[in-house]
């Protein structure tokens, strides 16, 4: 995911996406964990996601 394009996005469109990134994190680090996981790019993928939304929504001036 673009920077440009999380900025397009609304504080509250911003937050909802972060909680599914959140939950989604969760279920890859348990696959992680029990030794399903294919692809463990998508872990890293994942946190730097969440990063760029939090220093979005830390420009917007919105508390995460």
Do not use: C, W, Y
Request: net charge positive; proline share 2%.
């Amino acid at each position: 995911m673009k920077v440009n394009e999380i900025r397009a996005k609304s504080a509250e469109e911003l937050k909802t996406q972060l909680l599914d990134l959140h939950k989604e994190q969760f279920n890859l680090r348990m696959q992680k964990a029990t030794g399903q996981l294919s692809k463990p790019d998508q872990l890293q993928k994942l946190r730097k996601d969440i990063a760029r939304i939090n220093m979005v929504l830390g420009e917007m001036g919105v508390k995460a």
